[in-house]
C-alpha cells in the first residue's frame, strides 16, 4: 500500500538546539525523510540554531554524519542527502543573550510559515519565548514546537504556560509528546472509533482490566545527572503513559479534531481517583555483574530515584468503574517494549472441561518493537480426540498488512512536525491536559518525598521489583511477559 504524500505549506523550520541529540538523531533525519517522501515544499529551509561555532560547511558534514548514522541505509540516497543539506543554513545563537538574534530575524522569509522548535534543555524554554517576542520574530502564523519535559510539577508547568500565553495564542504552542506520532497509538484511534466491533464492548461490563507498559533494556547511561532529578514518575507516566491511557480510555470525540479530542482526554485526566498508597510500587535497579547500579550509573550513591514504577489508577465514570489501569514503566528490564494491552473478561459460564488455564481475549496495541495489533482468541485445537482447547493470536502486524518493512513505517516525529507546519494540534498536549495531569502525580511525588522511602531493588534484567507483582497478584491478575 502506497502512504498518500500531502504537500504542505512553504515553511522556513528553525531548530533551536539543532547541534543538540535529539536534533542529528531524529529531527533532522525525519525532515531528509520527508524530503524523500516529496512533502516538503521545493522552497522549504531549516535554519539550525545552536551556541557552538560551526561553519556553514562544518554544519552540512555534521548533518551529512548524522544521516549516515540515523537513517536506515535502504533511504540513503546521496543526491537527496545533498539536496536536503542544501535546504541546510546555521545560525550562532545564544538563547540567553543577545548574539545571533538579528540574523535570525533577517534569514526569515516572508509569506512562508515560521515555525520555531525548541530542542534545548527545558530551562530554555521560557527565555526562547521571550525573545522571539523581545526581538519581533513571529507573527500571526508562528509556531512553536515545545520539547519535553514540560514543567517538573504543577506550578511550574504553569508558570511556564503563563509565560507561552503572554508571547503566543495557545493554537500556536505545539506541546510534542513523540509517543502521539507513533503509527499504533493513531491506530488505536482508528480501532476504536472507525469500527464498530469494539466500542460496545469497550467498558467495565467486557474488560477486566489494562496493562501499560512502556519498559526500556538500557538504564540511564549518559543521562544519570539529569535523569536523577527526574525520575520514571516525571520522565515517561506523567507524559508518555498518560497519553498513551488518555486515549485507551477516552469518549469518542464528536469530530476528530484538536479541541474535540484533547477535551475527551482531559476529561480522563480529572476522572482519575487520587493513588492509594499501597496500588504503587517504585524500583530501583540493583548492580549488575559489571557493578553498574542506578546509583553508580547517575552518580549519586544515595540516590533514592526511582527507575521503576508500576501503579494501579482506577477511573470514578460511568465508562471504566470497577476496571482498573495498570501502568508500569521502567529502566534495565528484561526487554525493551511497549505495549497496551485490553484484557476482556472471561466468559460468564464456560461449557468446556478444558478452559481454566485460558487467558482469554486479549486485544495488544504494540507500540515498540514490531508495531502492530493482535487479538487472541480461544479456539478448538485441531485434531480429534475431544474439545481442547487453545489460544492463537489474531495478528495484525503492521509490516505484514501495509506491505512495508520496518524502515518505510513513518517515524512519530516525521508525522508531527508536518502536523505542525499544517498547524494541525490533535495530537499534541494543550495546557490545561498537561497541568491536569501535574495536578494527579504531584501529591504522590510529594508524599514519597515526604516519607523518605527508599524505592525497592530489582535485578537488572528482571521484570522489576517483587513487589511490582504483588500489585496485580492481590487483585488475582498478572502482569504479561516484558518479551
Ligand atoms: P542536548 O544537550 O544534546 O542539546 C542541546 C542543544 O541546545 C545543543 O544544540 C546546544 O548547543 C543548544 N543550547 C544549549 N544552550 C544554549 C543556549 N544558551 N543558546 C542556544 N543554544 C543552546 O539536548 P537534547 O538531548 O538534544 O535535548 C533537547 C531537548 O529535547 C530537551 O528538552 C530534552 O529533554 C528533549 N528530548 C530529548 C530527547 C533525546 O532523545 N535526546 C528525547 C525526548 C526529548
Not at 430 to 452: F, L
Amino acid at each position: 500500500m502506497v502512504a498518500q504524500t500531502i504537500p504542505v505549506d512553504d515553511f522556513d523550520l528553525v531548530i533551536i538546539g539543532g547541534t543538540g541529540d535529539l536534533a542529528k538523531r531524529k529531527i533532522l533525519p525525519s525532515l531528509y525523510r520527508r524530503v524523500c517522501a516529496g512533502q516538503m515544499p521545493e522552497n522549504a529551509r531549516i535554519i539550525a540554531a545552536a551556541r557552538s561555532d560551526f561553519s556553514q560547511q562544518d554544519y552540512k558534514d555534521f548533518i551529512r554524519q548524522a544521516l549516515e548514522d540515523f537513517v536506515k541505509s535502504k533511504k540513503r540516497n546521496k543526491k537527496k542527502i545533498e539536496t536536503f543539506l542544501e535546504r541546510l543554513t546555521y545560525i550562532k545563537l545564544d538563547a540567553t543573550g543577545i548574539e545571533g538574534w538579528k540574523e535570525l530575524s533577517q534569514s526569515l522569509r516572508a509569506g512562508a510559515v515560521h515555525a520555531f522548535y525548541f530542542s534545548v534543555g527545558p530551562s530554555l524554554f521560557a527565555p526562547l519565548a521571550e525573545r522571539l517576542m523581545k526581538h519581533k520574530i513571529t507573527d500571526e502564523n508562528t509556531r512553536i514546537v515545545v520539547e519535553k519535559p514540560f514543567g517538573r510539577d504543577l506550578a511550574s508547568a504553569q508558570s511556564l504556560n503563563a509565560v507561552l500565553a503572554r508571547c503566543f495564542r495557545e493554537d500556536q504552542i505545539f506541546r510534542i509528546d513523540h509517543y502521539l506520532g507513533k503509527e499504533t497509538v493513531q491506530n488505536l484511534m482508528a480501532l476504536r472509533f472507525a469500527n464498530a466491533l469494539f466500542e460496545p464492548l469497550w467498558n467495565s461490563q467486557h474488560i477486566d482490566h489494562v496493562q501499560i507498559t512502556v519498559s526500556e533494556s538500557l538504564g540511564v547511561e549518559g543521562r544519570g545527572a539529569y535523569y536523577d532529578k527526574s525520575g520514571a514518575m516525571r520522565d515517561m507516566m506523567q507524559n508518555h503513559l498518560m497519553q498513551l491511557f488518555c486515549l485507551t480510555a477516552m469518549e469518542p470525540p464528536a469530530v476528530f479534531d484538536a479541541a474535540s479530542v484533547r477535551d475527551e482526554k482531559l476529561k480522563v485526566i480529572k476522572a482519575l481517583d487520587p493513588i492509594l498508597e499501597g496500588d504503587m510500587v517504585r524500583g530501583q535497579y540493583r548492580s549488575d555483574e559489571n557493578g553498574d547500579s542506578y546509583q553508580n550509573e547517575s552518580g549519586n550513591p544515595a540516590s533514592t530515584t526511582e527507575s521503576y514504577i508500576a501503579l494501579k489508577a482506577n477511573l470514578s465514570n460511568w465508562r471504566w468503574v470497577g476496571t482498573p489501569f495498570y501502568l508500569r514503566t521502567g529502566k534495565k528490564l528484561r526487554n525493551r517494549m511497549s505495549e497496551i494491552a485490553i484484557v476482556f473478561k472471561d466468559p460468564p459460564h464456560s461449557i468446556f472441561e478444558d478452559s481454566q488455564d485460558l487467558k482469554g481475549n486479549v486485544l495488544t496495541i504494540r507500540l515498540q518493537p514490531d508495531e502492530g495489533i493482535n487479538l487472541s482468541m480461544t479456539i478448538k485445537e485441531p485434531g480429534p480426540g475431544g474439545m481442547r482447547l487453545t489460544e492463537v493470536p489474531l495478528d495484525m502486524s503492521f509490516a505484514d498488512a501495509l506491505g512495508e518493512d520496518e524502515a518505510d513505517m513513518p517515524d512519530a516525529y516525521e508525522r508531527l512536525i508536518m502536523d505542525v507546519i499544517r498547524g494541525n494540534q490533535t495530537l499534541f498536549m494543550r495546557g490545561d491536559e498537561v497541568e491536569a495531569a501535574w495536578a494527579w502525580v504531584d501529591p504522590i511525588i510529594k508524599a514519597w518525598e515526604k516519607s523518605g522511602a527508599k524505592p525497592a531493588q530489582y535485578d537488572p534484567g528482571s521484570n522489576g521489583p517483587d513487589d511490582s507483582l504483588m500489585l496485580l497478584h492481590k487483585d488475582g491478575r498478572r502482569w504479561r511477559e516484558i518479551t
